[in-house]
């Protein structure tokens, strides 16, 4: 049950509770993003912990707002609802990089200039 599935037999009902035997393991929806796209598992709360634990460089959104990884093990799993992990967004450029300026036309005359405003004719 590792990846996030049911073992087969397992019967789910409609509150994303797996009934396993007589062991009650809840889950919820697990929106993974990352350079490949993204991946949606049903993961139980210990699942969710343990996937996180091994990521840098990440955003946790749960319970609709955002979160440390740390804070889903305080979650209450029956309400936390969908749970997205995406990558930190980052701004700016690298220090001495030029690549990620932005490129727009002027309103009025039509001329490029960049985002620190040279104009490129």
Not at 2 to 7: A, C, D, K, T
Not at 80 to 105: D, K, Q, Y
Request: charged content about 20%; some cysteine; hydrophobic content about 35%.
């Amino acid at each position: 049950m590792s990846n996030g599935e049911p073992y087969e037999g397992a019967l789910q009902d409609t509150q994303d509770v797996w009934r396993i035997g007589t062991v009650n393991e809840i889950t919820t929806t697990v929106q993974i993003a990352d350079s490949t796209g993204a991946t949606t598992l049903q993961l139980t709360q210990q699942e969710t912990l343990d996937r996180v634990a091994g990521m840098e460089g990440i955003w946790v959104f749960a319970e609709g707002r955002f979160v440390q990884p740390a804070e889903l093990a305080e979650a209450n799993w029956d309400t936390v609802g969908t749970v997205i992990v995406a990558p930190a967004l980052r701004g700016g450029n690298e220090e001495g990089c030029e690549h990620l300026r932005v490129r727009t036309s002027c309103k009025e005359c039509g001329e490029l200039a960049d985002s620190q405003g040279s104009s490129s004719g």
